[in-house]
Structures are given as structure tokens and as C-alpha cells.
């Protein structure tokens, strides 16, 4: 006869995830599904005709270049958390919210760019969907990265004030999976419009 | 008290490898545990589940109250076309000209109703109120994961509810493209009055909407996959979880395809792009929009619309499981086989939106795969409907009013299933396509059978909600009139859509063919707006039960799940102890060799030694 305390086995609970990550992965595929959309809508569109086809700036690359840096120097940052060199922490947080924020100049350049000298419009008379598509694309997910910085600007403050270390790596585990979420979506964009431009 | 739950939340949660620990949560539980809260966090700003959920539940019966006014309105005009109704008039003001409903008023009304209908009430006021109040209750948690990301969640639906409400009141009236909001017409002020300012609050409220969705969404999910209690596996948790579980899933993935559609849609009307628009004379003037596609949009939406249907109806049909086998004392018939046909119908409702595409002029060969994705999914509805229809025989039923909810709900949902069969043939549906057949079959199929559903759930865990009972005699009298009315309206409708009548029509009297079904219309309209007067029964039972409805036991219906061991009126933390472990499934009703007809799922197998089969008997040892 067992009591009503009995061990039962602990595997047939969660995911030996905390909620909060659990959270934030379920958040990300959310996120992702607006983009989906689009990409789909994009194909679905380009092949009804009637598409100005134009030439992506190379500015592209260096945003590319960044984001992929940037998340170097999250990941360098966690991994520094763990081992609780937590002056590196801060410096790769700090990196890494530079390289954001050069990542952001880079796509105002770009858009700047694509205006100026291949006048391709977000709206009006002379706007092409192609254009427009590509404006909503990047635009949205220059906004996801700015949400980015904000979240790597809190877990830089949490880490001010000595909370990110090897034993609460709660936070800055979430802000690095966020990022790189961002840099992923980042390649998937640039790469799908190159394909598909 | 405080360590006694930082223990057991732990276990519950389950948190190995994560290196932090769950201390906010915790910290959290023990600051809500005094009692001297001032009444504004309790009641208003609460992050509390179980009163986000009756918050969701009461600004859920608000809508629906709207909601069915608007169509006794428009009902109104589809009876009695010839009719002078100037008493409206102290109503609706401008809205009825020399004692008739202007017709843009009457796009607005079918437009609204079905907004409200679809995504205030039967997915907010549903999902919203039973995944809040019952994920953690049955799974054995203290709250959400997140009680504040649940609290916004609320107050983001608040929030677009106000700017849905006051678009009503508009000037140029509330959106009227329909709740389909296909452009170019919605995209157009020009085009109609409903699309211009009316047609942006619509947006703007919905956008809020589906943030609130999600943060909702994310929250079930999250309950359900990390803070089941000990022993909860996912293969002993009730089919109500299961259904809240899969669909805020759907929702998660479906809803934010909304949210890009409506974004585009943002900017085809505000912004200059041309996403939906291309090659548009108005009032004899050719708009500068060039290259977009209208039937973009319809893809797009779709994708959300076809889900959306089902996250209306999975909740409705988990609740429904559950209060079947309560009160047939028997366990649900095929537990995983209902399981499975869940998943199935998520999975397939993600590849079948383009049947509601045919007349788009798509490709027939994509036309036929997308008819033959649609006609599987009445294989795993049937596997529902014959298990439900297994679970009741030769049950021992108790007719209580969820009971009666329930067993409608089945006949609802068989009912305007069949007539599923047909519009998913594209054949068929083009020749249906945009009449009142349509408008019976979904109406009978996901409305009616998800309020049914609303109403079972409502009477079932009115006193886990409330601490008291519901008058059962207004119940039975509230279903009968509503089961009646539902089929007096729908029945003929479907007679109505083989004749021809197209949807969204103002008036048929310039036509000579459909005079026929002058007196057919208006007898609906009667059913109808006599089964929008029943729905008070149940709102006054409801306010009056709260109040001084008989005080509920413990376990009112004997039921076997997590909820019914908590207090009567559980407090914030569900369990003032520690959390019950699981041992069983939740369906051991009439277990042979027992004594009692139910065994609670916290009962360990040792202790029944005379129903255990083998191989539980084995586990016990």
C-alpha cells in the first residue's frame, strides 16, 4: 500500500524547461508565422505578373555581417555568464547592442539607397507590390530587432546589478535565443529575397 | 505556506536544467496570499486565472448580447421588408430613413454580428474563459505561467472591445464589408461609408485583439506542457485540456497570418501601397493603385479563417467530451482515439482554406486537392461524433442542464456536418457558394454547436466559478427554448440557400423568384429573434445564481478531475496545501469492482485494489 505522497516518476512532468523559455519559443513562432505569411503572399503575388524586378543593395551584406557578428558576441557573452566572468558578460552585451544598433544604420542605408537610386517606393503612383513587399519585410523586422535591443538593454542591466551569473542564466539565455532567433530571420529574409527578388 | 509552495511549484514545474530558479513566480503567490488586497488588484487587475477568466466570461455575455441584437435587427428587415419601423428609430437615429433600415446599416450589422460572434464571443469569451479557468485547475497548477502576460491578455481584449464598441457609433457607421473584410472594398473610403473610419477601428481593434490572443495563447500552451502537477502525464489529462491545449496552438500559428494580412490592409488604405489593389475605376475616376491582388488577401485571411473556425469549436468540443462522460457515468469512449482525431483536425485545418476559394477562379486541380484535404476532415470528426454517441449508450444519464447542452451540442454538430460534406465538394459549392445555404451550415455546425458547448461549460463549472448552483428548471427551460429556436432558424435556411437566396442581400423584393419564401423568411426571423429573447433566461439565471443560487458541494457532479478537490471557492494558488498527485486517467467512472461510480484522479491504484485491471494492479504493487 503506498501513500497518497508516493514518489511518482518526475520524467512524466514539463520539459525541464522554466516557463518563461517555454514562453519565449512559443512567442517566436508566432512571430515567425506573420513572416511566413508575407513570404508566402510574396510567391503568390510575384507569380501573378506585373512585378518590377530591381537589384538588392549590397549594403544587404554588411546588415548580414552584423547581425551574424552580433550574434558572436551574445552567445560569447553567455557563454562568459556561465563561467561567471561577468566583466565579459557586459562587454558582449554592450558588443552586441552596438553591432544591433549598426545593423539598424545599415538597413536605413539600405532603404535610403534603394529610394535614392533605384527608386523603388514603399507607396503611391510609382510603387510596385515588389518594392512594397520588400519595405514590410525588412521594416517589420528592423521593429522585432529594435524589441531586440530593449531586451538585451534590460538583461546588460540585470547584469549591472550582478544577476546574470552561472547561476541565474535565465535571462540572458532568453535574450541570446531571441537574438538569434533575429539574426536567422535576418538570413531567411535576405536569402529569400534573393531567390525570389 | 510560502515554502511549503516554493516546494511543490518547483516539482511541479519540473525545473532541472534551467539554472534559475522559479523564485518570481513564487514570490508572487506569497504576496497575493494576504487578504487584504485592496479590491481594485483583486477584481479588476487581477492575474489571478480563475478571475481573468470571469472576466473574459461576463465581457464574453456582453458581447453576445450585442451580437444577437444585431442580428434580431437585421433579421428584422430580412422578415418584413415591407414593414415600416419607425420605433426603431428612438434606437437607432439616422440608421432607419422614413421607417426602413438604410441598407448601408444593414451591411454593418451583418458585418458586425459576425465579428463580434466569431472573435469576441466564441473565441475570446470561450477559450478565453474556460482555457483561463480550467488549464490550471486540471492540470493542478497554482496559475498561469505568466498571471501577468495572462492579465494583459485581458485587458488587451478590453481594450480592442472598446474600439470595436464604439465604432458602432460612428457617424459613417462601423466597418460593412463584411466580417470577411475582403478589399478592394474594405479598402476603399469611397467605396462605402463602412470603409472609412468604421473600416479602421475595425483593424486597429483587431490588431489588439490578436495581441491579446497571443499573449493568451502562449500562456495556455505554456501551463499545459510545463506545470502539470505530479503524475499528470499527458496521457491522463482531460479531453478539456487537450482541446485548449491544441487549440491556442492553432491560434498561435494562425492568428499572427491575420495580423499580416490586416497590416497590408493597413497600408493599402493609409499608406499608398497597392498590396490588395489594382485597376480600380470609382465614380467613373482610375486609381493610381497598380499590381496588387485582392485574392491575396483572401489567402491570407483564410489561413487565419479556416483555424479560427476550429479554435472556436476545439474548446467547445473538449467541454463537451468532458461533461458526457461526468454525467453518463462512463468513461469517454476511445480517450486516445479522441485525442488523435484532435490533432488530426488541427493538422488538417491548416490545408483546406482554399475551400472557401472556389469561385476565385483557382487552378481546379488545386481547387481538387484542397476538396479532398477538406473531405478527410470528416473522418475525424466522425470518430468525435461516434465516440460521443459511444460514451452515451447505455449510459446511466443524469440530465443536467450542461448534460442537455452537451447532447445538443452533438446533434448540432451532426447536423450542420453533413451539410459540410456537401460545400466541400467544389462542384457542389459553386453552385451553393454565398447563399444561405452556407450561412445554415456554419451557423449550425461551429456557432450554434460552440455556444452550445459555452452554455454546457458554463452550467458545469458555474459552481467551481461561483460556489453556487444554477437553477436547473430555467436551465432546462433555456435549452429547450434555445435547442428548438437554433433548428427553427437553420432548417429552413438551408431550403431558403438551395433556392438561391445570396447572403449579405438587403432586401429580395425585387425579386419575383423568391417570393415564394417570403413567409419561409419571415418565419426564421421569428424563430430567431423569439430565441434571442430565450438567451435572457439563462443571463438572468446566471446574474441570479452568482447571488443566491443554492451553494454548491465540493464535487456537485461527482466528477473524477483536479478541480473538484480544490475548496469550494478555491483561493489565489488553487490548493491551500500542497498540489494533489496523479495517479489515473480521468475517466474512471462506474469502474467495475467499485464501489462508487467515480474515482477521483488523485486516488492511488493501491488503494482500490478490487477495480484495478492487471496491469494497473501491477503499478500499485
Redesign the interface.
Known amino acids: 500500500m503506498m501513500d497518497a505522497t508516493q514518489e511518482l516518476p518526475e520524467k512524466e512532468v514539463g520539459l525541464g524547461w522554466h516557463p518563461y523559455r517555454v514562453l519565449l519559443i512559443l512567442m517566436i513562432f508566432s512571430f515567425f508565422m506573420v513572416f511566413a505569411g508575407w513570404t508566402s503572399g510574396y510567391i503568390v503575388r510575384r507569380d501573378e505578373g506585373n512585378w518590377r524586378e530591381f537589384d538588392l543593395p549590397n549594403i544587404f551584406i554588411l546588415s548580414t555581417v552584423l547581425v551574424t557578428l552580433s550574434s558572436a558576441t551574445i552567445q560569447w557573452a553567455y557563454y562568459s555568464a556561465k563561467k561567471d566572468e561577468l566583466r565579459r558578460v557586459q562587454v558582449g552585451l554592450v558588443l552586441t547592442l552596438l553591432l544591433g544598433l549598426g545593423f539598424l544604420a545599415s538597413q536605413w542605408a539600405a532603404w535610403t539607397y534603394l529610394v535614392h537610386q533605384t527608386n523603388t517606393y514603399f507607396g503611391g503612383a510609382d510603387a510596385n507590390p515588389s518594392g512594397s513587399f520588400l519595405y514590410v519585410l525588412t521594416g517589420w523586422h528592423a521593429f522585432h530587432i529594435i524589441s531586440g535591443l530593449i531586451f538585451v538593454g534590460v538583461v546588460l542591466k540585470r547584469s549591472l546589478n550582478y544577476q546574470v551569473h552561472s547561476r541565474a542564466m535565465l535571462s540572458i539565455g532568453n535574450g541570446a535565443i531571441y537574438w538569434h532567433f533575429l539574426g536567422l530571420l535576418w538570413w531567411y529574409l535576405y536569402l529569400f529575397l534573393l531567390l525570389n527578388h | 505556506m510560502a515554502t511549503n509552495m516554493t516546494g511543490s511549484s518547483q516539482?511541479?514545474?519540473?525545473?532541472?536544467?534551467?539554472?534559475?530558479p522559479?523564485t518570481t513566480?513564487d514570490d508572487h503567490l506569497h504576496e497575493h496570499d494576504h487578504h487584504d488586497q485592496h479590491w481594485l488588484w483583486k477584481y479588476v487587475f487581477s492575474q489571478d486565472h480563475k478571475m481573468i477568466a470571469r472576466q473574459f466570461l461576463i465581457t464574453g455575455m456582453f458581447w453576445a448580447i450585442v451580437g444577437g441584437a444585431l442580428s434580431s435587427l437585421f433579421r428584422l428587415q430580412l422578415g418584413w421588408p415591407q414593414a415600416t419601423l419607425g420605433w426603431l428609430e428612438p434606437i437607432l437615429g439616422k440608421w432607419v430613413v422614413g421607417g426602413k433600415i438604410a441598407p448601408e446599416f444593414y451591411l454593418a450589422l451583418v458585418t458586425m454580428h459576425g465579428t463580434i460572434m466569431v472573435f469576441f464571443v466564441l473565441t475570446a469569451g470561450l477559450s478565453g474563459t474556460f482555457s483561463n479557468f480550467l488549464i490550471p485547475l486540471q492540470v493542478g497548477a497554482r496559475d498561469m505561467?505568466?498571471g501577468f502576460?495572462n492579465m494583459l491578455s485581458y485587458w488587451f481584449f478590453f481594450l480592442s472591445s472598446i474600439i470595436m464598441f464604439s465604432s458602432l457609433f460612428l457617424e459613417t457607421g462601423p466597418a460593412a464589408s463584411g466580417w470577411t473584410i475582403y478589399p478592394p472594398l474594405s479598402a476603399l473610403p469611397q467605396a462605402i461609408p463602412g470603409s472609412g473610419m468604421g473600416m479602421t477601428m475595425w483593424l486597429v481593434s483587431m490588431v489588439f485583439f490578436i495581441v491579446s490572443q497571443?499573449l493568451g495563447?502562449?500562456?495556455y500552451?505554456?501551463?499545459v506542457?510545463?506545470?502539470?502537477?505530479?503524475?499528470?502525464?499527458m496521457s491522463k489529462l482531460p479531453l478539456t485540456i487537450w482541446a485548449f491545449f491544441l487549440t491556442a496552438i492553432l491560434g498561435?500559428?494562425?492568428?499572427?497570418?491575420l495580423?499580416?494580412?490586416a497590416?497590408?490592409l493597413v497600408?493599402d488604405r493609409s499608406?499608398?501601397?497597392?498590396?490588395f489593389l489594382?485597376d480600380i475605376y470609382i465614380a467613373g475616376q482610375a486609381l493610381?493603385n497598380?499590381?496588387?491582388?485582392p485574392v491575396?488577401f483572401q489567402?491570407?485571411f483564410w489561413?487565419l479563417g479556416h483555424p479560427e473556425v476550429y479554435i472556436v469549436i476545439m474548446p467547445a468540443m473538449g467541454m463537451v467530451s468532458e461533461v458526457l462522460a461526468t454525467n453518463a457515468r462512463k468513461p469517454i469512449f476511445g480517450y486516445r482515439a479522441m485525442i488523435g482525431s484532435l490533432i488530426g483536425i488541427s493538422l488538417l485545418s491548416f490545408v483546406v482554406w482554399a475551400h472557401h476559394m472556389f469561385v476565385t477562379g483557382m487552378n481546379p486541380f488545386l481547387g481538387s486537392v484542397f476538396m479532398f484535404l477538406t473531405l478527410i476532415i470528416a473522418v475525424p470528426s466522425g470518430v468525435k461524433v461516434f465516440n460521443w454517441l459511444a460514451t452515451l449508450w447505455r449510459g446511466n444519464i443524469r440530465f443536467t442542464s450542461a448534460m442537455l447542452f452537451a447532447i445538443g451540442f452533438v446533434s448540432l454538430f451532426i447536423s450542420g456536418g453533413l451539410t459540410g460534406i456537401i460545400l466541400g465538394n467544389a462542384t457542389l459549392d459553386i453552385q451553393m457558394h454565398n447563399t444561405y445555404f452556407v450561412v445554415a451550415h456554419f451557423h449550425l455546425v461551429m456557432g450554434s454547436s460552440a455556444f452550445f458547448g459555452l452554455f454546457a461549460g458554463v452550467y458545469h463549472w458555474f459552481p467551481k466559478m461561483f460556489g453556487r448552483m444554477m437553477d436547473e428548471k430555467l436551465g432546462y427551460i433555456h435549452f429547450w427554448l434555445t435547442f428548438a429556436g437554433v433548428y427553427l432558424v437553420f432548417m429552413p435556411m438551408h431550403y431558403v440557400g438551395i433556392a438561391g437566396f445570396p447572403r449579405r442581400y438587403y432586401a429580395w423584393t425585387g425579386f419575383d423568384a423568391f417570393s415564394q419564401f417570403a413567409d419561409l423568411n419571415k418565419f426564421i426571423s421569428t424563430a430567431a429573434i423569439l430565441a434571442f429573447f430565450a438567451q435572457f433566461v439563462f443571463i438572468f439565471n446566471f446574474f441570479y445564481s452568482i447571488f443566491r443560487g443554492r451553494r454548491a458541494t465540493q464535487n456537485p457532479w461527482n466528477s473524477t478531475t483536479l478541480e473538484w478537490t480544490t475548496p469550494i471557492i478555491p483561493g489565489h494558488g488553487n490548493w491551500p496545501g500542497e498540489i494533489?498527485?496523479v495517479?489515473r486517467w480521468p475517466y474512471d467512472y462506474s469502474k467495475p469492482g467499485s464501489d462508487k461510480d467515480f474515482i477521483p484522479q488523485?486516488v492511488?491504484y493501491?488503494?482500490t485494489p478490487e477495480s484495478n485491471l492487471p496491469y494497473e494492479q501491477e503499478l500499485?504493487e
Do not use: W
Not at chain 2, 516539482?11 to 534559475?20: E, H, L, N, R
Not at chain 2, 498561435?252 to 497570418?257: A, G, Y
Not at chain 2, 497598380?290 to 491582388?293: D, H, K, M, V, Y
Open positions: 516539482a511541479q514545474g519540473g525545473i532541472g536544467t534551467a539554472a534559475a522559479a513566480h505561467a505568466s502576460m497571443l495563447g502562449v500562456n500552451v505554456t501551463t506542457i510545463n506545470l502539470r502537477t505530479r503524475g499528470m502525464s498561435i500559428l494562425s492568428f499572427p497570418v495580423f499580416s494580412a497590416l497590408l497600408f499608406f499608398g501601397t497597392s498590396f489594382s493610381p497598380q499590381g496588387g491582388s491575396l489567402h491570407l489561413f494533489p498527485a495517479y488523485t492511488p493501491s488503494a500499485s
